[in-house]
């Protein structure tokens, strides 16, 4: 495991209420984080355990350090991975399970429900971000770690979010929301774009498997048109020098998926005949 850091600062405004808690579910993140070797895993997230109600399956603070780490981790960031890896794990865990029974249907665990839930209310785009005094950026990070919590399967809908990421980076008139912060527009501009890219730095394998097999919510001929609009963002000057240069790695990234793909399928052998 690849060992790495975090700091208290995510702390500051984000969990206020909390007491003494945050900093003791914070350190256990930043234990896990820190690891090098899986053996130490259960032992650590056992510690996570101890803060939940017997019978209960509350644990808002351990789904909101999950989500403030997300946030305030630049999306390049390799933590998205190990985060997710994190919350796979702590779902495994026997003792947490173990705990989360109800009284009334012991056979229910909602950590997955929750977190989920938890996530789809937090989630907001660049204006909303704005709005809300963060920084767009954050949007891009959060959906980095979105993207590595579909790669280590725990949520499945990933063409119907990719979709979604899409449409607002390359075809939604954002106009409107520019005027609204004009102060911050460049800033909302290149984080609807950063934003998408994420999705195809984090996760690209997934989403061309995806787009190779078809749905209804995604096709190869999307995949193709989202690939076009990235090396045309990458050529706008209209955006910043860093969404530039994430936009072309992104279309790079989906142009190598694609050409592999043709390379696998122009290998043949011969078929094997047995000697008489």
């Not at 399956?57 to 909101?64: A, C, G, Y």
């Not at 190869?220 to 050529?235: G, L, P, S, V």
Request: with cysteine; proline share 3%; net charge negative.
């Amino acid at each position: 495991m690849t060992k790495m850091t975090l700091d208290t600062s995510i702390l500051e405004e984000d969990f206020e209420g909390w007491g003494n808690e945050k900093y003791e579910v914070f350190n256990v993140f930043r234990d896990y984080l820190g690891l090098e070797q899986r053996a130490e895993v259960t032992s650590l997230l056992d510690r996570l355990v101890d803060f939940y109600v017997e019978g209960y399956t509350e644990r808002r603070i351990i789904n909101d350090m999950f989500i403030s780490v997300a946030e305030h981790t630049p999306y390049s960031s390799p933590v998205h991975r190990k985060l997710a890896r994190m919350v796979q794990d702590f779902e495994g865990n026997e003792k947490r399970k173990e705990r989360s029974k109800t009284f009334l249907r012991p056979e229910d665990d909602e950590f997955r429900g929750q977190l989920l839930e938890d996530i789809a209310d937090i989630r907001v785009c660049p204006l909303g971000a704005v709005q809300s005094g963060l920084d767009p950026i954050e949007c891009a990070n959060f959906d980095a770690f979105l993207a590595n919590l579909m790669q280590v399967g725990f949520a499945y809908d990933l063409s119907r979010l990719l979709r979604y990421a899409m449409q607002d980076a390359f075809y939604q008139d954002h106009a409107p929301d520019l005027a609204l912060e004009p102060s911050k527009a460049q800033e909302m501009l290149d984080a609807w774009v950063l934003t998408a890219a994420q999705w195809i730095h984090h996760n690209s394998k997934g989403a061309h498997e995806i787009a190779r097999r078809g749905d209804d919510k995604l096709q190869m001929a999307d995949w193709i048109e989202w690939r076009q609009e990235f090396q045309k963002a990458a050529n706008d000057q209209k955006y910043g020098e860093e969404c530039r240069k994430v936009a072309s790695q992104a279309a790079d990234l989906m142009a190598l998926a694609e050409k592999l793909v043709v390379r696998k399928s122009d290998i043949y052998c011969e078929p094997f005949v047995p000697l008489t």
